[in-house]
Structures are given as structure tokens and as C-alpha cells.
């Protein structure tokens, strides 16, 4: 029986390398450890990928990362075909693709702070590292210029990010914290980690298990490079890195 994966990323999103214990090769090749820094992929982020140090400076790349059990407690690690095959027991040196996993904190940020901008039901999302997408349930089409200029007055307030966990009874009773209208945050453990955002969370707090910049103004110029629209009442908001181009 494989134990839960430690997931360092979690406590520490800025941990680009770590050690690992290889606890098992799974039937399709995926490598098990006893505790990880890739982020798998969850909640509309992608799992990460990078490479896995031997002894012998021999590299495992890896291709990407995922969870092995419904109750994302196990994280696989994706070899890339042809790779070395690591032993149980062995010692590896984790070492995350840095510059990606940068690029997609800063992004997952800022999917957050278009749902403060915008504070509509969210009905999907997918962060990306160039440009993301997030869908909200919303009948009117907003100007992008004056929701860029709102995202970016966030951005620059430089407003501090951090985690802090509630009970599940708490979120029950606070049902507005949760922006998305058809996932709930897996229950059953008992706690539920909130990203919040600004002093005492004055800008935003909601469950989330991705990974984030610690403070707003690492998310660097974003601007909506595009509203679509899906749906009577559902609007797909394209969140790019850059400048506005008001050409």
C-alpha cells in the first residue's frame, strides 16, 4: 500500500528543488515518490514537468505530473518515453521545469483576480503559460480596456498572498467563498486550504490547491486579450501576459 504523497508544493510553491524516496513504479510506468514538488495537474492548472536527479547525475525527464487516486493523494510523476527506469528505495533530486511553473503561478494569480473584478459564478478555467481562460456565468459583456485597468489596479496595489485553512463546517457556513458553480472542493478531509489575497484577505479568499506568486505584483502586466461569447449567459475571458494593445 502506497503512503500519500508529501506535497510540497502546498506549503512552498517557490521549492524548485527537493529530494525524494522513490516508494513505487506504478503499471503504466509512473514514478511514485515519498514526497514531491511538481504540481499535479488539478483545478485547471497543469501538472508540472522538469527532471529527476540520479546519484550518477543521470536525468529522468519528466513530461508531466498527475494525481493516481481519486482523492489526489498520490502524485505520478510522467516519465518521458525511454527514460531511465529508477529503482524502489532510490534517492532522487526533484528539480521542476522553474521558469514554466513561474509562468503558470503568476497566471493562476491572476485567474483570481479577474474573479474579483468580475465576481461571477465561474463555470470553467484553464491556466496556461502565455494565456489563460476563465468562464463566468454573466449576461452582459464588459468593456476589456476597464476590466484590464481594474486587474492591473490590483496587481499594483502589490497586495500579499497567502494560505490559511478552514474546517469544512466553516465553509459550509460560508457557502460565498466558493466561486465555482458546479465544483466543490473535494470533501472528506476535514479541511479546506483557502488562497487569500490582501491584508486579512480584504481582496479575496476562496479554496483553491494551486500554486501562486506571493504577492500580487509578481503577476506582472496581464490584460484581457479577448471576451467570447458561450452562451446565453456565459462569457470566456482570455487572460494574456502584456500590455494592453490599444492599437
Keep these: 500500500m502506497i503512503a500519500p504523497t508529501d506535497r510540497l ?4 510553491a517557490y521549492l524548485s528543488t527537493v529530494e525524494g524516496k522513490v516508494v513505487g513504479i506504478d503499471g503504466e510506468g509512473g514514478i511514485l515518490l515519498d514526497r514531491t514538488n511538481f504540481y499535479a495537474t488539478s483545478g485547471g492548472q497543469p ?10 547525475g543521470t536525468q529522468i525527464s519528466i513530461t508531466g505530473t498527475v494525481y493516481g487516486d481519486a482523492a489526489k493523494t498520490i502524485v505520478r510523476h510522467l516519465p518521458d518515453e525511454g527514460a531511465p527506469v529508477p529503482v524502489i528505495g532510490e534517492t532522487l533530486v526533484l528539480h521542476i521545469d522553474w521558469d ?4 503558470l503561478m503568476r497566471m493562476h494569480t491572476a485567474c483570481h483576480l479577474l474573479s474579483v473584478v468580475c465576481p461571477y459564478p465561474i463555470t470553467g478555467a484553464a491556466v496556461g503559460e502565455n494565456e489563460s481562460r476563465v468562464d463566468l456565468d454573466m449576461a452582459d459583456v464588459p468593456d476589456k480596456e476597464s476590466v484590464t485597468l481594474e486587474l492591473m489596479q490590483l496587481v499594483e496595489g502589490n497586495h500579499p498572498i497567502f494560505t490559511r485553512t478552514i474546517t469544512e463546517d466553516e465553509l459550509a457556513a460560508n457557502p460565498g467563498l466558493v466561486k465555482s458553480k458546479n465544483v466543490r472542493p473535494p470533501a472528506g478531509a476535514g479541511t479546506i486550504r483557502l488562497v ?7 481582496v479575496d479568499s476562496q479554496p483553491c490547491g494551486g500554486t501562486h506568486v506571493s504577492e500580487t505584483a509578481e503577476v506582472g502586466a496581464i490584460h484581457i486579450g479577448k471576451i467570447e461569447k458561450k452562451g446565453r449567459e456565459n462569457r470566456r475571458f482570455r487572460i494574456r501576459f502584456g500590455a494592453l494593445d490599444r492599437g
Excluded: K, T, V, W
Aim: with cysteine.
Design 9 to 12: 508544493f502546498l506549503p512552498d
Design 47 to 56: 501538472g508540472d514537468a522538469g527532471f529527476l536527479e540520479r546519484a550518477d
Design 100 to 103: 514554466r511553473r513561474y509562468r
Design 196 to 202: 487569500c489575497i490582501g491584508d486579512e484577505a480584504s
